[in-house]
């Protein structure tokens, strides 16, 4: 028991187309810039280009509706039709609604050689045809990369095509492997890059190349992008929050901060102008804006944010809002070191969440557990946590996606998140070694851990290991007095989460101690930097 209180204190505290490629310029000043060759009707292609704006920035719900809009003042427009399945299919996120994609295909024809018919050759067939590869037979991965194929094949026919070029762009970035390999990623950028080249304003290229390179080692080409995205398309919630996904990869904290409120601001303005409730807050944005304010070390704000989410959770009752406060109710604690809102933590139903959502409650469980020396909690959450993760390994293919029995939802596992789920298992098996003061054993979990986050892809993101396993065992050194080991183990952390405060201010700690005051004050320097 004596051994667990100094590690608590440490991490607590501290076909061909003919179609011309300028055909239809479309401006918008809040939605960006289209230049594409659609052949649509007058009547439908007003609210066909807003809604082909809103898809490529991710507004699925809303170009859902302009789409609709726009088969609706003309019934025979095939393109608004292709609008609306493809607003069903989220491969990024991981969100393939395939059952309402294909109702939409229904409602043209009942069998595919039939809707083929109906487009008119060229473009629109070409799309039809990919959306056709899309919303077929066969498991999402084989559809993603035979749509993938298929956009090649058009991109290389017309180079000169916009949107084959957009589209073929997300494709790579939705077949790409899940394995850390980052090739489709940069051909994605490129071909990104070459739209921006005659279309600077193109929202989806903007998108697309920030996503193309969000990781830290690539973050730094995706700075220009990152710094136009939202400029160009402010009237989308999505635009406002993406930049932060390379701002974050580098550590630009501040950044991070104002895009979130701005993105989350933008939500709460359309939830309010609608008369909406609170599950359509932006709470993705609202999540990243929680993790900036604690890595700026503004923790007044970030425990207002946690205060309001407990309530907002409670009224949206979606799964969405209860999996990101798990997230933020971990982050609470560890990065302002206690949970100290004067109330008591959710209770959270957990059970249709992701299996890194549910291991990060058990997480928090066992953490708060372990303040109080509470050895059985700790034991009953790991035996918990043992058994949801083996239910999870079931509902995973041997290439590690998930089953078609696991439902299209972002929320089924594979294996990226199961092994997320066992590095955390891995480090509440340690904290309860460490609070039952047997150091071998807690090391043995400890390195286990580090071994296996350091075979996941780079985050893209808040980290899903809510203490990332580098910095749990780099305090736990401190505690060993091993720090010249723990400013290794903050290093690594740090070359996949950069500028993180808490790595930092374990690396400083280190320095410290071995009495290094002029690197622990070049760390402080750095850290001063976002305490605004």
Known sequence: MKNAAPFLAFVLLITSCTQSPKENTTPSAT??????????????????????????????????KSFGTAAAADPNEMMAYWGMAMSYYKALWGLQNVEEGRK???????????????????????????????FGEGELKERNQAFADHLSQLHKANPDQQEIAAFYALSLLWSAPRDGSQDQNINAAAIAQGILAENPNHPGALHYTI?????????????????????????????????SH?????????EVASSNENSYGASVRKMERLNLGDSARGFHSYQWLHYAYLQQGRFGKATQLMKDMLTYAVNAQTPSARGYLVSMQNFQVLEAGSWNLNQAPLVIDIEDLSIVNIAQHHFFV??????????????????????????????????????????????????????SAEIILNQMKALLYITKGQSENAEIQLKLAVTLESQLPLPQGPPNIPLP?????????????RYEEAILMFDQGLARTPLRAKALQGKKTAYLAMNQNEKAQEIQATLDVFRN
Not at 246 to 254: C, D, E, F, T
Not at 366 to 376: D, I, N, P, R, T
Not at 379 to 400: N, P, R, S, Y
């Open 104 to 134: 939409v295909l229904q409602m043209v024809a009942a069998t595919q050689e039939e809707r083929i018919a109906k487009t008119e050759e060229g473009i629109e067939r070409d799309f039809w045809i990919g959306l056709e590869l899309l």
């Open 366 to 419: 066992s953490l708060m557990a372990a303040e109080e020396g509470k050895l059985e909690t700790i034991q009953e959450q790991i035996e918990t946590l043992e058994a949801k993760i083996a239910a999870a390994e079931l509902l995973v293919t041997t290439d590690g996606i998930a089953m078609c029995s696991a439902g299209y939802t972002r929320y089924a596992p594979n294996k990226k998140t199961i092994m």
């Open 211 to 243: 996503h193309a390179y969000d990781s830290p080692n690539l973050a730094i080409k995706g700075i220009e992008a990152a710094n136009r995205y939202a400029s160009t398309a402010p009237d989308a919630v999505h635009a406002l929050h993406m930049p």
């Open 31 to 64: 939605l960006g810039e289209l230049q594409h060759g659609f052949p649509v009707s007058a009547k439908a292609r007003a609210d066909f280009e807003q809604g082909l704006l809103l898809l490529h920035s991710f507004e699925y719900e809303d170009a859902r």
């Open 469 to 481: 396993s580098f910095e749990q065992y780099g305090y736990w050194l401190m505690t060993q007095d």
């Open 246 to 254: 390379i701002y974050l990869n580098r550590g630009m904290w501040n």
